[in-house]
């Protein structure tokens, strides 16, 4: 592979998780320097490993998760939807503290980096090696993870309630589009 067909990969593979983080830049208000650091690391580590894992244990995984990785995808996404719709018609405070957890982190780490697994089999089966494109996968994802976050701050002065809507809409469009 090429330098470019890395980085254009990479990009492709890191989207899912800057519209993630762009969501949870819409409704998130307290220790955003900290929140962004924490979810653009977990997306950034988890897609650079997954392509490792995929290209290690590709006829395992690829056969395991294959017919079931889309509905994964879509109930971590359609969930997660679900919290933000409650955040707009609820407590607020509660819900993005719950959203930040480990947990869920680690949900939405799995979520984004699906296509990163596939992507680690498919380098595998190309006969290239696997750690430019993972390294490249990785920090590409921790930044356009942290621009979306902060990207999404500018949106702030909308109110609040349609900010999380907005938020869960994106979520539902991820989730439906995962399992078409």
């Known amino acids: 592979m090429t330098i470019f067909e890395i980085i254009i990969l990479a990009l492709a593979l890191s989207l899912d998780a800057m519209i993630v983080c762009f969501s949870y830049g819409l409704i998130i208000n307290a ?6 650091l924490t979810l653009s690391l977990s997306f950034g580590f988890f897609q650079f490993l997954m392509p490792v894992i995929g290209f290690y244990l590709s006829a395992l995984v690829y056969n395991q998760l294959k017919s079931f990785s889309k509905w994964i995808v879509f109930t971590v996404f359609v969930y997660l939807a679900l919290k933000f719709l409650k955040s707009a018609f609820g407590e607020k405070e509660e819900t993005c503290r719950s959203c930040v957890s480990f947990l869920c982190l680690l949900g939405l780490s799995v979520a984004t980096s699906i296509d990163a697994l596939g992507a680690g089999i498919s380098i595998k089966f190309s006969g290239e090696e696997i750690l430019k494109p993972a390294v490249c996968t990785g920090v590409i994802t921790f930044l356009c993870s942290m621009a979306g976050f902060w990207f999404a701050c500018l949106f702030k002065k ?18 439906v589009s995962s399992i078409i």
């Open 158 to 175: 909308f109110p609040t309630k349609y900010i999380e809507i907005t938020g869960a809409v994106l979520l539902l469009y991820l989730a």
């Open 31 to 36: 220790n955003k320097v900290k929140n962004s």
